[in-house]
């Protein structure tokens, strides 16, 4: 009876021991890079002033954030964009606009947004709305924001997006508002041509791929 017994407990503690590594393996939260390999992922922007609007984009995006599905509110992470992928339509505003008295892409050659906290969440299914807690960060200066957030994670679809790979996606959606005179980008000047507010909308995908 004894040898059975202790045979049986055996048996009981490979299966907890088993199942409590399954469950810490699920639990983990995953690494997701927003390095795109298709160079589709892009942040655009706009800024409307009384007599001009300038619109534009950086696709030169880079980062990891790190999520849960199931803890969306423990997401951190940082979002990289490198300054010399702004761009404008027109050539000459693109020089300027490159240059020292705006965004100085030469000595600050990224701008980001590191998410330190998640917060006011509702999910629905394989999305998550809310709102970032972060701080933007812009010519060295940086500021405390609160932004709205859409984030979608979508199991196993890496490979639709890229074919021949395996892994998960997140897809991350935010649309907010900056003053480019609390980032020393030029402050109080041009405000006729060149509005004071910049409206920015983010869209990417980050992979993990496995």
């Known amino acids: 009876m004894i040898p059975s017994l202790n045979k049986m407990k055996t048996n009981v503690f490979s299966v ?15 690494s997701f890079d927003f390095k795109d390999p298709k160079g589709v992922n ?9 007599l001009e609007a300038i619109s534009g984009s950086a696709n030169g995006i880079t980062g990891k954030i790190l999520f849960d599905p199931e803890k969306p509110a423990d997401t951190r992470g940082k979002i990289v964009i490198a300054s010399s992928s702004i761009t404008v339509p027109n ?15 030469a000595k600050y050659p ?3 947004f ?21 701080s933007f960060t812009c010519k060295d200066v940086s500021k405390e924001l609160i932004i709205p957030v859409k984030l979608s994670y979508l199991k196993d679809k890496l490979g639709n997006r890229v074919p021949n790979m395996k892994g998960d996606l997140l897809v991350i959606r935010s649309n907010f508002t900056i ?3 609390e ?6 000047q041009a405000e006729d041509k060149v509005s004071d507010e910049i409206e920015l909308a983010l869209s990417i995908a980050g992979a993990a791929a496995r």
């Open 16 to 30: 907890a021991a088993l199942a409590a590594l399954t469950l810490s393996a699920v639990a983990a939260p995953q």
């Open 110 to 112: 990224e701008l980001s």
């Open 114 to 134: 590191e998410v330190k906290a998640l917060r006011n969440l509702k999910t629905s299914g394989d999305v998550t709305t809310g709102e970032a807690v972060g």
């Open 91 to 105: 050539a000459m505003m693109n020089s300027h606009l490159h240059g020292e008295k705006w965004i100085h892409a």
């Open 179 to 181: 003053k480019r005179s």
């Open 42 to 50: 892009n942040a655009a922007f706009k800024l409307d002033a009384p």
């Open 183 to 188: 980032f020393n980008i030029n402050p109080g």
